[in-house]
Every structure is written in structure tokens, then in C-alpha cells.
């Protein structure tokens, strides 16, 4: 295969986060490199029944301080983390509405299972009154963070939702880096958005034996890599990036975080639950290629890495795979220690670390891993922050159903 030639350079050049860690670009920022984990006992939800009952929930995110209790009524959880992490973004970014064309910006965002917690209590008062609160629907639809920051900021550009499960997020930045390295737009805003938190849902988790049962204490739940690991922890939150062309970067001298070099998305056509290790390197491969870089030139990789047995074990060995002798040399960092898994939002709040990374010469570490695995032989950051010369850093999704995306993002050596 050949490197495929596109128009336009692509650019990071605004962040929003909402997050376990706090509800800031910089409180997610500071929590990680801290080494400080967002994970509690789950609040407010009774999960009595469950075998879990730890997950990383953004507390300090408060919609009544927010959002009318109209538009609470209306807005699912994700949606409202979504708009508040969009307003975020496009202000970081210095973004003047009244001077941007509506039309040339696009918003996609990853979104999954966050409308099915939404709207377990309608679907309740449904099966016991045969009735339905009228606003189930505009809760319950996948594409309802895209569309409501849409419609708040006025943009009229492609608004889509990409659901590919756990690889949600990272996919929607890759089809946003798509949609304006072909001239179709000039920017985007993207990333995800997701909320698991209601009981049927963390059930349904719990009796897949996928989650962690180590409720104490509950900020060491999540082991990445670790031979004791026994299970991912639910996250929730939403990672927005404000994508740029280069022409739309220097029209604006916007500054810029970094530039998007890399996509690769691949299939791994075996289960719908267990990853491949030829999917999973494909995807590397596929996005080193999109990028024009050898498997040298990577810096860093920000891991999927969820903490369960065969996740973290198969990203290994693919690592290893494409990269050789070098796999064992280039830090590999997985933040879902601290953040949980957030599902549609993960893969968007880690690309936003990976930015913050570029930007500040330096990476978080990989909590909780106490015991060394010797099938998970590489080097995780497991003694803290750690400044590193990063120019070219990957960051890897993968989900349920073998839908692996990974993106690569660059150091700008120059001003654009």
C-alpha cells in the first residue's frame, strides 16, 4: 500500500474535557499527572446487586448549575457533558462565532450506551403504566451529543454520530481528520461523549465478568497490565478536540496543540468480544502508513489497556509485533487507573492527553500496576510523570465487535 495523498493538514486547536478527575482540560491534565485516580464507590445508583460497585463517575459535574431544568429534561447525561466540553473547546481554541462560516464547521462525536441509562427509568415506568415520558426518544439517540452541540453553537456542517463502542471516539476524530484533509470542511469539533451509570446497565456489565470486583478500595480497581488484574471499571465523562486546516489555522493564527498525522481503522473479524492481535497491530500499521512514519519514530503510545486479562495481554504482544526490538524502548501508558473506562468517551479523553503530552514534553503513568505480568513486558510509566522528547506519540481504541482505531498526533516543530 501507498500513503494515500490528501489537501489539507489537519491541526488540535482547542481541548474540552469533562472527567472522573475534574471537570477542566487542566483538572484532567493535573489529576493525571499526579498520578491521582478518579475511581470511587459509585454514588446514587443502587448497585446492591452487583458484583461491582466501584466506577470513575465525574462528581463534580453539575447540571442543575448548567443546564434550565427544561433543557435536564431534554439532554441525556452524555449530552450535556458533551455540550459543556464542546464550550470548552471552542473557547480554548479562540474561536469567534460571529466570524465563522456555520456551514464549514462539522460535529462528530463518538456517543454508545449513554441514551440506554438515559432512559432505563422511562422503560421502567413504561412496564408498570404502559406509558412513556415524551422526551425518551431525544434522550435515548445515539447521534444527541452531536446533534445538541449543533444546535447550540449554530453549526451546520455534517453533524454525526460514530458508534463503534469502546473505539467510538477515536473513530469520530478520525472521520473529523478525514472530512477536513478533503477540503469538505474547514473545522470540526470532535471526540466523545458517554455515561454508563444506571443499575440494568452496570448489571448487564457485571454479568458479562467483565468488570473488576475489587471495590476496595476503589481507586486500585483497575490494573492495567498487571498480572492481578481481574476486570476493566466503568467510566463516564467527554473529550472534545477543535480540528483546524491549516488554512483556517493561519487565517485565525490560531495556536495549536498539534497536528493530526495518522489514522488507522481495522476489523478484527474474529469475536465480537475478544481482541485480535493481528486487528489490533493492523490498525498500528495502517495509521503509521497515513501518517508517512516508520514504527521508529514513534515516541510514545498512549495504550487502550482496560485492565482486563486478554485486552492488555493481546495489545502487548501487537505492539511488539509492529514495532520489534523497539517495542521494549517507547513508553506505553494506559489511564484508565484513573479515569475509568468511558466507553464512546475514552479514546477522546486519551488523544486529549496525548495533545497535553505534546505539549508539555512530558506523560502520566499507568496506575495500580503491583504485580509485574510477564506476558505484559513493556514499558507502562509506572514510577510517575515522566518528561520525554515526544515529536510523534500514537493512541490506540479498540472495542467489542473487533473495531480497532488508532490515531497518531505530531509535534508542530514550526509555526504553521
Known sequence: MQRPLYKNRVFITGLGVISPLGCSTGAFWTGLLDGRSGVRTVQNIDLSHSR??????????????????REQKRLSRSSQMAVVAATEAIQDAGVNLEETDPADVGVILGSSIGGFSAV??????????????????PRVMNNGPACNVSIRFGFQGPTMAVDSACSSGTHAVGVAFSLIQSGMISMAVTGGADSP?????????????????????????????????????L????????????????????RVYAEVTGYGATNDDVHLTQPSRVGIGGAMQRALLDAGLEGEQIDYINAHATGTPWNDRTETEAIKEVFGDRARQIPVVGIKGATGHA???????????CALSIRDQAVP??????????????DYVTEGRRGLPLTHVMSNSFAFGGSNAVLIVSRCEAEV
Open 52 to 69: 461491582s460497585r466501584v466506577g470513575g463517575q465525574a462528581i463534580d459535574f453539575d447540571p442543575a448549575r448548567l443546564f434550565s431544568t
Open 343 to 353: 466507553i464512546a468517551a475514552s479514546g477522546a479523553l486519551e488523544l486529549v492527553s
Open 365 to 378: 503513568p499507568t496506575l495500580n500496576v503491583k504485580t509485574p505480568d510477564p506476558e505484559c513486558d513493556l
Open 235 to 254: 467510566g463516564e465523562g467527554a473529550g472534545v478536540l477543535m480540528l483546524e486546516s491549516e488554512d483556517a489555522v493561519r487565517r485565525r493564527k490560531a
Open 197 to 233: 451509570f444506571s443499575p440494568g446497565v452496570v448489571q448487564s456489565w457485571s454479568d458479562l465478568r467483565l468488570l473488576s470486583t475489587r471495590n476496595e478500595p476503589p481507586s486500585e480497581a483497575c490494573r492495567p497490565f498487571s498480572k492481578d488484574r481481574d476486570g476493566l471499571v
Open 120 to 137: 432505563e427509568a422511562s422503560f421502567m415506568q413504561f412496564f408498570k403504566t404502559s406509558s412513556v415520558d415524551p422526551l425518551t426518544v
